[in-house]
């Protein structure tokens, strides 16, 4: 883990921005950064999570605090947390949001396509901008999506999982045989120093951090 400091260049309408650091703090797909603004009066940092890769750092994925201004000094923490694995041998990739974005899954597009693996999106896209290259379906093809998928990646937040949970359910791809991820996107006050308990999730028999075991988790673990 490093610390370090970066520099908010831009804010987007969309919430995120473009943040200039050292090529050291810069996340990898999925995980995150802890974040401070000299120019905010937050007590708590920020988990920033990367959309894409810019040539001197990254494009924060939204919701950055409102209170930070471009030109504002950040004070860094990271990378942190479980990122996404996408075997080197996958050539079917199929991606999912079920509510709340899925800026946290751009990255993904362009390690896919860099594979030569054959993309396609499920659920809601308008604010994201997608290669000509990427298919995009309706939420409701995730199950063929899935079925025809060796890696499949979703991100869901926190309070939108039961409803993922049923979505897929009833789609009956529980049976799936792709490798499969979730990001579950939150409140991560701590970043993982604290064992806070805010940011705990339930997976089956067991409780996970999303900070520190996460934020990054097994899908099928959390479908149980």
């Not at 400091?5 to 996340?27: H, K, M, S, T, Y």
């Not at 942190?80 to 990255?107: E, K």
């Not at 996970?208 to 899908?219: K, M, Y």
Request: glycine letters at 12%; proline letters at 6%.
């Amino acid at each position: 883990m490093q610390t370090g400091r970066g520099r908010l260049v831009e804010r987007f309408l969309n919430g995120g921005g473009r943040v200039a650091c050292d090529a050291r703090l810069i996340p990898r797909p999925g995980q995150y950064v802890m974040a401070t603004a000299s120019s905010g009066n937050e007590v708590l940092a920020s988990p920033l999570f990367a959309a894409r890769a810019h040539r001197d750092g990254f494009i924060a994925a939204p919701e950055l605090p409102g209170a930070w201004l471009p030109g504002s000094w950040l004070y860094l923490r990271g990378p942190n947390g479980n990122g996404f694995h996408v075997p080197s041998t996958s050539r079917r990739v199929a991606l999912a949001t079920f509510g709340g974005g899925a800026h946290c899954l751009l990255p993904l597009v362009a390690t896919a396509l860099t594979q030569d693996a054959a993309v396609v999106f499920v659920g809601e896209h308008a604010d994201l901008e997608l290669p000509a290259a990427v298919e995009v379906q309706p939420l409701g093809a995730f199950s063929e999506a899935a079925c025809w998928a060796d890696y499949v990646a979703v991100e869901v937040r926190r309070e939108t999982i039961e409803w993922m949970r049923e979505s897929i359910a009833a789609a009956d791809v529980r049976s799936m045989t792709a490798k499969a991820e979730v990001i579950v996107r939150t409140a991560m006050p701590c970043g993982g120093l604290a064992e806070c308990g805010v940011c705990v999730v339930g997976t089956g028999r067991n409780r996970l951090a999303l900070c520190s075991d996460g934020p990054v988790l097994d899908l099928r673990g959390l479908l149980v």
